[in-house]
């Protein structure tokens, strides 16, 4: 638990969130500004900032993210058409939220990004 960290305050409860899935390592929620009809972000219980600060400890951890997200993306009936699977890293990789999280997104056709 990080102090003024909105995701840990998620996961404490301490702020509401539409919960999709939850276990001993991760938990799953509805994004509240979705870019997508599917976006739902996929979270771990530690605490940790972005990608940068994961380390060779979290491997399990990070896999199973992806795996959770496959299953939630069958749940939501996006997998046969396809979906996204996003991890913003650091200022320029667009990340706001310092704890790390694996966006699922689909629904509907996805732009290719040009950056
Ligand atoms: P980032 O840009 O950091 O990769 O993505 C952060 C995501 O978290 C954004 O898509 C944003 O809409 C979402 N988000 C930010 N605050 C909250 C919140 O309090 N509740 C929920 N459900 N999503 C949030
Ligand atoms: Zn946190």
Redesign the pocket.
């Known amino acids: 638990m990080s102090e003024d960290c ?1 995701f840990c305050k ?1 996961i404490a409860k301490e ?1 509401p ?2 919960r999709l899935y939850s276990d001993e390592r991760v938990i799953a ?5 979705p ?1 997508a009809p599917v ?1 739902i ?1 996929i979270i771990p219980n530690k605490h940790i900032a972005s990608m940068r600060e994961a380390n060779v400890e979290d491997e399990a951890l990070l896999g199973h993210m992806q795996l959770v997200a496959q299953k939630l993306a069958i749940e939501e009936g996006i997998d046969k058409k396809g979906y996204r699977l996003v991890i ?1 890293v650091g200022d320029d990789g ?4 310092y704890h790390l ?1 694996l ?1 699922l997104m689909g629904g509907k056709p996805l732009r290719v990004q040009k950056y």
């Open positions: 909105i998620i702020i969130a539409e929620f509805r994004d509240n500004a870019a976006h972000l913003n667009g990340q706001v939220v999280h966006h």
